[in-house]
């Protein structure tokens, strides 16, 4: 059994391009943050730079070839993808990214990688052309929703002559976003603190069969909601209906209607210290319910009669207390940012969470998003990344806010003025 007391494990895979020998910095990088490196090579990277240069500098043998009589009577690629505590492939081709993405596994590095439970990390690397293809593009999101962190490829001149994306990103911004994961890896920094998501649609009935509701999957906050659990927050997660798991560790209240959410989560507010609001609430609702199902009016148009519903994040920004902070989303499809930051003041947030809806990869029913996070001071634009990466984000920032509004991010009453 591996030592899981010893050193941080990264298992750093090398595929074959141009960028290999950037493997050799990447591995001297992760040793002097304290990990224990240990490489596995596709037969085309060796052609780049030997395995000896691995060897040598992590003091481990490099894994190249599944036939090969392994050193110990452990089956390798299981050994090795037991072992890591990271895997990170860079650089990675289009060809591993492919690979990957279909769960092909017929050399040891493909076969290591599919057989580890270690978070994986990939920094991509190849000709700009490779990199935009739609079939690379599909790949890596299929990748990112099952969770796969990407560290997206720099612009420039690449050595094939064009110049574009596809430049392996930075060593040293590699080997930082490989210690990040390993650091968030397990970490319990919300414990103490009692955080309420918000999720999905509301639907609104019209009659005793149909209702108006929207598209949302209840992805984002449910990736929220398990994230804030796992690293140890009391959660409570307001929910409309979804097709969703419930997340381990989290207090489920189903909602249907906006109305319904307004008084579930104005019930229980103020004995949060974070909310964090994901659901599409429903704006409008039927003046009246019909008791019995409307029938079609014999040719003639319909018009159905809607009234304004109540706005939830803003009716409890009103309720804010000085030790909590509030987070709000913004689902814009136009002048995204300027909407956002009208939210952000209206609502009395501490931070919104800007998604253009209309971009692919991005808003409802996905399994990736592109958002913004906004502050009254500051703007951070993250990258197309999985929703479980987009909440982990949210929750960083969550207590950094906490931390500057309060000082600590204990329970409010035992250290708040
Ligand atoms: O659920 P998924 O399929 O994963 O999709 C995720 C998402 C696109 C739904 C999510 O990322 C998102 O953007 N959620 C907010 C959707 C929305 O209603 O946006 P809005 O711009 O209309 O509302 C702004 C904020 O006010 C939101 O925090 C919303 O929860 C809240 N609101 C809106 C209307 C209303 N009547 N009451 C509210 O509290």
Known sequence: MPDKTAKKCVVLGVTGGIAAYKACEILRLLQKRGMDVFVVMTKNATRFVAPL???TLSG???????FERPATWEVEHIALAKRADLFLIAPATANIIAKMACGIADDMLSTTVLATRAPVMIAPAMNTGMWE???TQDNLRTLM???VQVVAPASGHLACGDSGAGKLEDVALIAQRAAEALEGFGKRDMEGLRVMVTAGPTREPL???????NRSSGKMGYAIARAAAKRGAQVTLLSGPVALQKPEGVDLVPILTTQELLERAGERIDAQDVLIQAAAPADYRAKEIAPQKIKKQGGAGMTLELVENPDVAAALGARKQRHQVFVGFAAETNDVQAHARDKLARKNLDMIVAN?????GAGFDVDTNIVTLMTRESSLALELMSKDEVAQ???DRVLELRRTCTGTHSIPGKNDP
Not at 60 to 66: L, S
Not at 207 to 213: A, C, E, F, K, L
Not at 356 to 360: E, F, G, I, N
């Open 60 to 66: 481990h043998p490099v894994a190249v070839d599944t």
């Open 53 to 55: 240069t691995f060897e």
């Open 356 to 360: 253009d809806v209309t971009k692919p």
């Open 145 to 147: 929703a099952r969770g």
């Open 133 to 135: 293809n739609p079939a």
């Open 393 to 395: 984000r949210i929750l």
């Open 207 to 213: 009659d005793p069969v149909r209702y108006i509701s």
